[in-house]
């Protein structure tokens, strides 16, 4: 086949890219360039230019050649326009969600030529064609199984999707890498938002929405218990970063309004943890909503699935109820559902239902 493979520098990307050649395809390297460095060089270092030399040095190595897609205009409209905007009406984003679906397998593959047969890239799952439709398959490796990040992607591009390293495990992929010796073999994986490099998050935010101070307010009892710099940087279910003596305090509710932050005590906060919640804005990955009313539930990419209870409502809405109370759970998450292994889809949280 012919293949274009996403390579981002990391192990994984590598790894697969070794075991596409060593299976005989005709392959294609791509690294797309949506670091926001230019604008965003005062805050820090946008490690792209390393990046892109792990990527060349690998491709060298396996003699296949290599293309740099620019994509920052792109990205921007998408997917940083849709994280400002979650965050200024108070909700908690989920970009690399959006990213898979509108970038990585949607502007990208406009952009290459129709003559490739898959995009190969380094995701921890796997696709199964069953029949005419394709199901995506969770990784086996519980802690990086990445299908909640592909929740949103489609069967026209799940037809066109491989993903080589989702029957692996993260140490069987770093021992593949070092007995190869791989330019990447000991680089340390990334972490956070794909976009945003060594920029630390809070300062991205503040460069954009900038700062407001408003109180954080112990919900329990009406008392100021401090500040904080705009309802924008606190999320709820959040712990660490609140600034605040005698915790642990925990953000149960934002006040967008009058910019304030409710949180409450260790001792209180449970009653303010939720169970059951309505999705929207829901995409089924086979095409229709499932017909099964106990699934499995992730609210956040984690090991953590638990047992739910999923009623499908008008228009593109549901209703899950899930087994145990997440403390952590925002308007503005996607909820992702599963059948034991597979992936059924994703919606957006957008409120909570106390009927249940």
Same mark, same amino acid.
């Given at each position: 086949?012919?293949?274009? !493979?996403?390579? &981002? ?12 050649? *060593? ?8 690294? @797309? ?29 396996? #003699?296949?050649?290599?293309? /740099? ?26 970009? #690399?969600? @959006? ?7 949607? $502007? ?6 129709? &003559?490739?047969?898959? /995009?190969? +890239?380094?995701?921890?799952? &796997? /696709?199964?064609?069953?029949?005419? @439709? ?8 519980? !802690? %990086? ?5 592909? +929740?949103?992607?489609?069967? &026209? ?9 989702? *029957? ?27 976009? @945003? ?20 307010? #112990? ?13 924008? $940087? ?23 309004? %009058?910019?304030?932050?409710? /949180?409450?005590? *260790? ?34 990419? +984690? ?10 409502? *008008? ?5 899950? +109820? ?13 909820? !992702?559902?599963? #059948? ?17």
């Amino acid at each position: 086949m012919k293949i274009a !493979v996403l390579l &981002s520098g990391g192990v994984d990307s590598s790894v697969a890219l070794k075991m596409l050649k *060593e299976q005989g395809h005709e392959l294609y390297g791509f690294y @797309l360039k949506i670091w926001l460095e230019d604008e965003l060089s005062f805050l820090g270092d946008c490690p792209w230019q390393e990046d892109l030399d792990y990527v060349q040095r690998t491709c060298q190595m396996f #003699d296949v050649p290599l293309k /740099v897609i620019p994509l920052q205009s792109e990205y921007h409209k998408v997917v940083v326009k849709y994280v400002l905007d979650e965050l200024k009406v108070g909700r908690t984003p989920s970009p #690399d969600i @959006l990213c898979n679906h509108r970038v990585k397998f949607g $502007f990208f593959p406009e952009k290459i030529d129709a &003559s490739f047969d898959k /995009v190969a +890239s380094g995701h921890y799952a &796997s /696709v199964v064609k069953k029949g005419d @439709l394709y199901y995506l398959k969770r990784g086996v490796d519980p !802690v %990086k199984d990445q299908t909640y990040f592909l +929740s949103h992607l489609n069967q &026209s591009q799940l037809s066109r999707c491989l993903f080589p390293i989702g *029957e692996y495990s993260k140490a069987q992929i770093r021992q593949i890498a070092q007995e190869a010796n791989l330019p990447s073999a000991e680089r340390p994986d990334s972490q956070g938002i794909c976009f @945003l490099g060594k920029i630390k998050y809070n300062d991205f935010v503040s460069s954009y929405l900038g700062k407001k101070e408003g109180q954080i307010i #112990d919900i329990d009892t009406g008392k100021k218990l401090g500040v904080h710099q705009g309802f924008w $940087f606190h999320t709820v279910g959040q712990r660490k970063g609140l600034g605040l003596a005698g915790g642990p305090w925990f953000v149960v509710r934002k006040d967008v309004k %009058k910019n304030i932050v409710y /949180v409450s005590h *260790e001792t209180q906060y449970l009653k303010y943890v939720n169970s059951t919640f309505i999705i929207d804005e829901c995409n089924w990955i086979l095409g229709s909503s499932p017909t099964q009313k106990e699934v499995l539930v992730r609210v956040r990419h +984690s090991p953590k699935i638990v047992p739910a209870r999923l009623e499908i409502l *008008e228009g593109q809405q549901a209703r899950v +109820s899930l087994s145990e109370p997440d403390p952590g759970i925002a308007t503005g998450q996607f909820a !992702v559902i599963y #059948d034991g292994d597979f992936c059924l889809g994703c919606g957006v949280i957008s409120s909570f239902d106390q009927s249940n």
